[in-house]
C-alpha cells in the first residue's frame, strides 16, 4: 500500500526534527517518506528505524504497564516499515520488525519478535473448516460474523447445491472486500511479551499477552467484548470472535472461535467450529460443529467428527469416525442438551436425541431422535434405551436454568440467537412421534414381553410405560402452557370470545420444526429463507442474518399456530370448536402434568441428601458430624437454590392454573364476569 505524498492530516519533519531523532539513535532509509500529525514532537522517539512510507501521531501520554511501572508513550527500541502509529500509542522493544500495519491510539506494543503483514492476506476470511466430517464435503468458509445458523447451513444442506454456493459465494465475496497488505492493530490493544504474529488483524481493546505464533487470523474484540489471547497460544488460520479467551497453551488450527468463548489449558483444536459461549479445556476436537454451550473440561477427552450443542462431555469421552475401510468418513450429531458420562464411547454415525444421557460404550450405530429426554446405556455390549426418564432428572432443570445465567457475551451485537426452551414445538413433536413408535411396538410385541427391541437397541417393559406416562405429561405440559399464554390476559363473555383469542395469527408454523445449532423454528419459515437466497432475493450476508433475526424474534407467533395443529390431533378437538369446559378440562389436564413433573423432580433432588451421599463427611468426627458437615458444605435440602426454584414453581403454577379455570367459569357463569 502506497501512501499519498500530502495529506492536511500530515507534514513532513522539519530538518531539526530529523536532527533530534538521529541524535536519538534513529535512522531511515528515506526521511521523506515518514510523515507526522501537526501535534508530532520528536522527544519520544529513542533507538528507532524507519523504512517504506511512515506516519506518526503525537505522543503526549503514559501507561502503566503490569506490575505499576508506568512508561511515556512513544517509540523505542524499534524498526517499523510501512506503518501508521496512532496517537498516544506505545511500541517497545520490538527484537525483528513491524512491517505493514495502521496501529490505532493508545496501543501498547511491548517485547515482542514480529509483527508483520506478508503480501495480501484476508486475516483468516475464507479459510475453509472441514468440520462434522473429517474426510470432507462439509467444509465452511468462515467469516468475521459467521454464526452457528449460517454455518448450520452451509454444512448440512448439501442436498440444496445452489442453496450452499449462494452463501460461499457471499462468504468469499466479503473475504475479499477486507483483503489487504495491511493490518490493523485496534485502538487500547495490547500486544505484550509475544513472539511471532503474521496477517493478523485486531479490533479495539484486544489483549495478546505471551502468545507464541499467531499466523493469518482475525481477533474481532471491541471495548464492550474484549478478546484476550494469552501465554504458549499457537494459532493458524484462524477467527477469533468477541469477548472470547484463548489460553494457557492452547492449540489452534483451522478454527472459528464465536462469542464468549473460552478454549484454555491446552486445548487442542482443528478444522473446527464453537459458537456462543463454548467452553474447551484440557481435551482435543477434531472436525467438530460445537454450537452453543458445547463444554468439554477434560484432558482425556476427545470430540470428533459430530455436531453438537448445549452439550456437556465427560470425561474420556470418545467417538469413532474411522471404520479402517474408506477412511475417517463417518460423523455423528448429538441434539441440544445432551451429556455424555466419563468414559462413554459412540462408533459414528449414529444420532442422538435431545436431552439425552449417554452412559457407557457403544458399538452399534444408534439413532434416538425420536426419544428426546432418555438415557442411552450400554449393559454387556448392548445399548438399553430408557425413553423420557431425563423428564424427571433434577439435573435437565439445573441445566436450563444455568444456561442463561452463564452466557458470558457482552457485545451488543450478537451473532447466535439462542432459544433456550426446553419444551419447544422441536421436542415436542418428538415426543409425540417417539410416544406414537413406544405404543406401536408395544402393540406389536404384546404388553407381557419383558424387554422390546427397536433399531439395534433394547427397552426394558417398565421403561417403555414410563416413557409413554412421560411423554404424555410433557406434551400436555407443554400445550398447556401454549393455551394458557394465549389466554392468560384476556377478558370472556362467551364461547365465542375464547375461540377468537385462540385463533392463530400467521399461518406460518405447521408441520416439522428444526433446531438450527440454537434458533429453533418451522422449517417452513426457514425454507422461505432458503428459497429467496437461492433465487437471489436475499443476496448478502447482513439480509440472511437480518432473516435469522427474524425467524428468532417470531418463535411464539410461529409456536402458537403449531400448538393449535398439535391440539386437533392430540385432544382430539380443534381449537375453532373449543368451550370454556374445554379450556378447563385442558388446564386440569396442564395442572397435573406439571405438578407431576416437578414432584418427580422434587424427590429426584432430594437424593442427593440422602445418607448415601454423606459417605465420606464428617471425617474423624462422632455424634452426627457426618450430618452436620454435609449441611455446612452442601446446605440444607429445603434451602437448596433449585429445590426452592421447583417449589415456587409449583406453587406459582397451580395459582395460574386456578386463576384460568375462575376465568373460564366466568364465562360459564356471566354474573362473575373476571378479569386476570
Known sequence: MVYQKTLNSYRNLLDEEIGQLIHQGCSSTDWSLVQVSEDFLPDRIENSKFSGHIRLHGFNGSVKLIGGITFKTGIYNAWLHNCEVGRDALIHNVRSYIANYHIGENVIIHNVTTLAVDGESTFGNGVKVEAINEGGGRDIPMYDYLSAHVA???????????LVAALKKMVLDYAESVKSDMGVIGMGSRILNTTTLLNIKTGP????????????GSINSNFEAPVNIGEGVIMENFIVSSGSKVADGTLVSNCFIGQGCILDKNYSAFNSLFFANCQGLHGEATSIFAGPYTVTHHKSTLLIAGMFSFLNAGSGSNQSNHMYKLGPIHQGIMERGSKTTSDSYLLWPSRIGAFTLVMGRHYKHCDTTDFPFSYLIESNDESILAPGVNLKSIGTIRDTQKWPGR???????????INFNLLSPYTINKMVNGRKKLMAIREISGDQASTYSYDKMKIENRALVRGIDLYTMAIWKFLGN??????????????????????????????????????????????LILTHIEEGGISSLEEVNSAMAALHKNYYNYEWTWAVDEFTEFFGKPLSSFTADDVIYVVEKWKESVLGLDR???????????????TGFGM???NGAREEDFAQVR??????STVMVIKQHMEKKEKLGNEIIELMQAVKNPKSAVTL
Open 482 to 527: 401454549s393455551l394458557i399464554t394465549r389466554i392468560q390476559n384476556g377478558k370472556y363473555h362467551s364461547d365465542e370470545d375464547i375461540r377468537k383469542a385462540l385463533q392463530p395469527g400467521t399461518t406460518i408454523g405447521r408441520g416439522n420444526w428444526v433446531d438450527i445449532s440454537g434458533l429453533i423454528c418451522p422449517y417452513e419459515a426457514l425454507d
Open 635 to 640: 446446605g440444607e435440602f429445603e434451602s437448596n
Open 600 to 614: 418427580m423432580l422434587y424427590e429426584d433432588a432430594r437424593k442427593e441428601f440422602s445418607m448415601s451421599k454423606m
Open 407 to 417: 452466557d458470558t457475551r457482552t457485545d451488543s451485537h450478537l451473532l447466535d440467537f
Open 152 to 162: 448450520y447451513i452451509m454444512s448440512l444442506y448439501r442436498h440444496r447445491p445452489k
Open 620 to 622: 474423624d468426627g462422632t
Open 205 to 216: 481493546g484486544a489483549l495478546i499477552d505471551g502468545a507464541k505464533k499467531l499466523k493469518n
